[in-house]
């Protein structure tokens, strides 16, 4: 353990690391809910999206842990999948099948841009502004989708968006829940978000909006999605656009939680750099590869793992106690199929906060800088 993960070397122990990965699992296992939701819609079987999302978050989270020895996890990204949902399948019309397909590739393009470092320059020939242009107008997306999933706005052919019925249970409870997960993490409450999404589904169980589909069972099976993608529909010339925008997300949202996390735990070099960035980006780069073919959309590093990160994580003995957490989250499928929409909304419109945060660092003085920022910002959605 001692030889594997530096433990001693990061001023760390065991006890420590362990309970570094309950934290970050906690921070992030509001994933379990909302990627079968979103996903789903696609018409893919949410129970063998969830079964993909578990492995892939573990097996991404294991690989980082092992080879770059960060405190750094791993799960399909928020934003990513939205994009995968809303408009390569239900907007464009592809089938899930070949937009897989289009993860795959990008996620093999990220692995040889990663070996032969190429993405320092892809990053650093965008302007700063627009990186944070681009996370914000992702944000905007999720903003618009979890609002029309919880009910909040609904389609309009006079203004294309209206306000839905707010009396109706979902609004409600929706909104209340963005409340409790707000006020929680205010309160540095740990895994805010999943007590947000799971105190919304047992209170719509209690009151009989929701079925109540049970809490533990073995998993469901992978087979729907397993091995389902479609690699030569996604080389089409029409889908070009949608491989490098699948690409250039994962690379600036990649970076960027990389970055964030090691600043916080202390791992950045004294010339500024992460010393171990090449490992981590191939693991990351990995663990797209594998989810596109267990059948889920790009998954990424997740900047919850800050949250493990304050409670003391260091080495990537962190990362693998959330991969083994991951795994054991596979029985737990029942409980995943309970939660409603308007339950993962609230964790939605919560992410789009946090993504669009980036906002505050814009020189909004300087019109040559604030108008590209909010055109690529509206683009997005």
Not at 142 to 167: E, R, Y
Not at 290 to 319: C, D
Request: proline share 5%; net charge neutral.
């Amino acid at each position: 353990m001692e030889r594997l993960f530096q433990l001693k070397a990061h001023n760390t122990n065991v006890r420590t690391e362990i309970l570094a990965g309950v934290t970050t699992f906690l921070a992030m296992a509001y994933i379990l809910f909302v990627n079968p939701s979103i996903l789903g819609e696609t018409g893919m079987d949410k129970g063998a999206v969830f079964v993909a999302t578990c492995l892939a978050a573990a097996i991404g989270s294991t690989v980082m842990g092992l080879i770059a020895n960060y405190p750094i996890a791993l799960a399909p990204g928020m934003g990513l999948n939205a994009f995968f949902t809303y408009t390569v399948v239900l907007h464009m019309g592809h089938s899930w099948q070949v937009a897989l397909g289009a993860v795959f590739i990008s996620a093999v393009m990220f692995f040889i841009l990663s070996i032969f470092r190429i993405r320092e320059w892809i990053i650093n020939s965008i302007p700063l502004p627009l990186r944070s242009a681009i996370a914000a107008g992702i944000g905007l997306f999720l903003a618009l989708i979890a609002l029309h999933n919880a009910g909040i706005v609904v389609a309009n052919p006079a203004t294309v968006i209206g306000m839905g019925d707010l009396k109706q249970p979902g609004p409600v409870l929706a909104t209340l829940g963005f409340f409790l997960i707000v006020a929680l993490d205010h309160l540095k409450v740990r895994g805010a978000v999943l007590i947000g999404i799971l105190a919304v589904t047992l209170v719509s169980i209690a009151l009989g909006f929701t079925p109540f589909g049970g809490v533990v069972s073995m998993p469901p099976s992978l087979a729907p999605t397993f091995m389902q993608l479609d690699i030569m529909g996604a080389l089409d010339v029409g889908l070009v656009s949608i491989i490098f925008a699948f690409l250039f997300v994962d690379i600036f949202d990649n970076s960027g939680t990389l970055i964030g996390v090691a600043k916080r735990a202390g791992l950045m070099g004294k010339d500024g750099h992460m010393p171990k960035m090449g490992r981590a980006l191939i693991a990351d780069s990995t663990a797209a590869m594998a989810g596109s073919l267990l059948g889920t959309s790009t998954t990424t590093s997740y900047i919850e793992s800050a949250a493990g990160v304050s409670a003391g994580g260091r080495t990537g003995l962190t990362a693998v106690v959330v991969a083994v957490l991951f795994l054991l989250a596979l029985f737990f499928a029942p409980l995943a199929s309970s939660v409603p929409a308007f339950a993962t909304a609230p964790a939605l419109l919560f992410v789009a906060v946090l993504m669009t945060s980036g906002l505050a660092e814009i020189d909004w003085d300087d019109i040559t800088v604030a108008a590209p920022v909010v055109i690529t910002a509206l683009a997005m959605p």
